[in-house]
């Protein structure tokens, strides 16, 4: 049912009459014009001359601004038509339809013609449909029922909407012709030319038995981009308030047969809030645990399941705890925000992957579910507590449709998504005749899934974010056509198909209510639920297409994944490394989430601030000691000091590395413990070898496990090897060598001169005993001459 135009003129007549009429254009228009005040007058007492009485007198024509995206127009004129009821037309009864133009051209469109035509043939098949809705080329527009004056010109950026009612006689259908959808056109005509043609379709019914087609409908209630992974309160109390998003989402659901796909942040950031939740989020998630609606879980923030697997994730993101974003204080209250009413719960659930679910009960058809656990008053909440909820499954993963590769399946029945809903872009059907069930066997062993039939699933959403009714006319017509088609391929067959609403869109409200009271009316649909789509009959030889996300997010998302890793290794340093991990996973899971995908810059941005952010938390320990240093001496303690920045103490190991073998440092590597927000100096023993120069240390932080915290300083050393003393040793090694030779000189002397005076052995035994001693005789005198 969607608009067909031509930017170009399409002649009703033959050329040569065309190009003859063509330069009186401008006069004929400004002599209607004149024309239409006269026309006025009588419109409004009912009497238009010339038109046909089944035409409806009344037609608006209200300025509207043209919908251009570059500031050009592409469509200067459109058509839609709808029939104004959803209920099957049957032999005898007139067709009231609703046709809308609009006008984008610069030029007004003066009173013309408009013309209704029946599509030659029943409209059977899905690709028939298709080509009708949405035409390559206009043909023929089937067989005119009726043809009717525009009650008024229709100026520049105008709209005109014109109630038509074509007797049953003109629409030539009678109870021989089969039931189905039938397809009709509006053609617009102004002065002989053909200016725009809009195509719908209505559906005919004969009292044929007719075999309703199951509907599944999946909506999801998710939140905007967050960055954070729990939800302020502030938001909490914006969006669950009247007229909020998330109240509008489930005013339009709640109790009607549709499943739930529900982020679990949504669940935790309202109880972790204690007593200090908005009364609004608490009256918001009581509400939600008393729907009877199926509900199962998405990915913690709805964190898109293929950009994980795709980006090398490994496994499946899921929280780690919530023990460092949970205050006692908020849970002294004798009331407990978080309590509801305790009925028998419908299914047994758990919660996601990662975290234990301890609350099991038994599938009962008439109690509502409720959320579970209660949590104690005056407790405070476990992790698991905050997220463990009465889902009906919590095996179903919903990838972003056109994005799940092969290499995805395997990691996603590791996490324990055994069921996937796939897009129609990821599946293939060869020789398709007949709209197969939702649930398909993937070939290549690639297990089951479910698929969306997407032109079903586009008219519900269109149906249901609709702003004007004639919009709506148009969307359910389609939907309602689309499943009868389906019901009208097997008459006697049961086939059981699943719709989804998008994420990218937030239908909710009195339109959304609307949308699905009128699927509910229509008696070829059977409402169906999310475990019936899994149990029906598989269609086989499906094959499995693969896609992939765009490498525009994958660049980003690998670095979100590297730096949870390296916040890993720096939390072993830690006390209570969960403090960081935790919270660093949560914001991962946050900045992973599908509804990121509309706006990829704002979402590199937010990236970007992310990883600067977990800098500043990486270099939160760190060596403060800069230097130069002047080492004089041989043996000297070096003092360094270590800051901690954290709000808990920290061990790390403290590695000092010369770069040349000027210094040499002693002992094994120093661990030191830093208590919280302070700092400490160790001291590491250096000897300074012969020689002077700079020489650098190179500084690192180890965590107890060998992880390297943060990165290494260096700290510039100027060396002075100790002359002096060395000099001293010297000096005083030659004194005591120059006193020990005089010494040694003095003695051999004394020996000598001894040996010189003491007689001889044997002289003393020639010489008599008792022999005299002849006195000296002096030397005789010599007279000086």
Do not use: C
């Not at 009429?21 to 400004?30: C, M, N």
């Not at 026309?39 to 038109?51: D, E, F, K, N, Q």
Request: net charge negative.
């Amino acid at each position: 049912m969607v608009a067909e135009s031509s930017t170009a003129r399409r002649p009703a007549l033959p050329s040569a009459a065309s190009s003859r009429w063509s330069h009186l254009r401008v006069p004929v228009s400004a002599l209607l014009i004149g024309i239409l005040a006269g026309l006025i007058t009588l419109a409004s007492s009912g009497v238009i001359p010339g038109a046909p009485t089944q035409a409806a007198s009344a037609a608006t024509a209200t300025p509207t601004p043209a919908p251009t995206a570059d500031g050009a127009t592409t469509d200067p004129v459109t058509v839609t038509v709808a029939p104004v009821s959803l209920a099957p037309l049957r032999s005898g009864q007139d067709l009231a339809v609703t046709v809308r133009i609009t006008n984008d051209s610069s030029d007004t469109i003066t009173p013309g013609t408009i013309e209704l035509y029946l599509a030659e043939r029943a409209l059977t098949t899905r690709s028939g449909l298709s080509a009708w809705l949405h035409p390559t080329k206009t043909g023929k527009p089937g067989d005119l029922m009726l043809r009717s004056a525009l009650p008024a010109a229709i100026p520049p950026a105008g709209t005109a909407t014109v109630a038509i009612s074509v007797p049953s006689a003109k629409i030539g259908l009678t109870s021989g012709n089969a039931w189905g959808a039938r397809g009709i056109s509006a053609t617009i005509t102004e002065d002989g030319s053909v200016l725009a043609q809009g195509r719908g379709t209505f559906v005919w019914y004969s009292n044929e038995v007719v075999t309703p087609v199951g509907l599944a409908v999946v909506m999801p209630i998710t939140m905007p981009e967050q960055t954070t992974g729990l939800i302020p309160a502030k938001s909490l109390e914006t969006y669950t308030a009247p007229g909020g998003r998330l109240s509008r989402q489930l005013d339009g659901v709640i109790n009607r047969d549709v499943t739930l796909a529900i982020d679990p942040m949504i669940i935790a950031s309202i109880r972790i809030l204690g007593n200090t939740a908005p009364a609004s989020a608490v009256a918001w998630l009581s509400r939600l645990g008393q729907a009877k609606n199926d509900i199962f879980p998405l990915g913690y923030a709805d964190a898109d399941l293929t950009l994980q697997t795709q980006a090398a994730a490994g496994t499946l993101l899921v929280p780690i705890s919530f023990d460092q974003s949970i205050s006692a204080s908020n849970f002294t209250s004798p009331t407990t925000p978080t309590q509801t009413p305790t009925p028998t719960p419908t299914a047994t659930g758990s919660a996601p992957a990662g975290l234990t679910n301890t609350a099991t009960g038994t599938a009962t058809p008439t109690s509502p579910p409720t959320s579970a656990p209660v949590i104690t008053p005056g407790t405070v909440p476990t992790s698991e507590q905050l997220l463990a909820w009465n889902y009906t499954a919590t095996d179903v993963g919903w990838p972003m449709t056109g994005t799940v590769a092969a290499a995805d399946l395997d990691v996603f029945t590791a996490g324990g998504l055994s069921s996937l809903i796939l897009g129609g872009a990821n599946t293939a059907q060869s020789d398709l005749t007949e709209t197969p069930n939702a649930n398909v066997v993937l070939a290549g062993g690639h297990g089951n899934a479910l698929v969306t039939d997407e032109p079903i699933s586009a008219a519900l959403r269109a149906a249901a974010t609709a702003t004007t009714d004639t919009d709506w006319q148009v969307a359910m017509a389609e939907l309602s056509s689309q499943i009868a088609v389906v019901s009208a391929e097997r008459p006697a067959t049961v086939r059981t198909l699943l719709a989804t609403f998008d994420r990218g869109t937030t239908p909710g409200g009195v339109r959304l209510s609307e949308t699905l009271a009128a699927l509910a009316g229509l008696g070829w649909r059977a409402p169906a639920t999310l475990a019936a789509a899994r149990a029906a009959s598989p269609a086989t030889d499906v094959s499995f297409q693969s896609q992939a996300v765009s490498d525009i997010r994958l660049g980003p998302a690998r670095s979100l994944l590297q730096r949870e890793h390296d916040i890993s290794a720096f939390s072993t340093a830690l006390s209570k490394p969960i403090a960081i991990t935790a919270t660093q996973r949560l914001t991962s899971l946050a900045l992973f989430s599908s509804s990121w995908a509309q706006d990829t810059d704002a979402w590199r941005e937010a990236v970007n601030s992310s990883l600067v952010d977990s800098s500043v938390l990486l270099s939160s320990i760190s060596v403060s000691t800069k230097g130069p240093i002047n080492v004089v001496g041989s043996q000297v303690d070096i003092p360094i000091t270590l800051d901690n920045a954290l709000g808990q103490s920290v061990t790390v190991k403290v590695q000092v590395v010369p770069s040349n073998g000027r210094l040499i440092v002693g002992g094994d590597v120093i661990e030191a413990t830093i208590e919280a927000s302070s700092a400490r100096t160790v001291k590491v023993p250096v000897t300074a070898a012969v020689g002077n120069g700079a020489v650098t240390l190179r500084i690192t932080l180890f965590a107890p496990d060998g992880s390297v915290v943060g990165q290494p300083s260096q700290i510039p050393i100027n060396v002075r090897a100790d002359w002096e003393g060395l000099g001293s040793l010297i000096f005083a090694a030659l004194l005591v060598l120059f006193f020990g030779f005089g010494i040694w000189r003095n003695v051999q002397r004394r020996r000598r001169e001894r040996t010189a005076i003491e007689p001889t052995p044997d002289a003393a035994v020639e010489a008599p005993v008792n022999a005299p001693v002849d006195p000296p005789v002096d030397p005789p005198v010599v007279p000086r001459g």
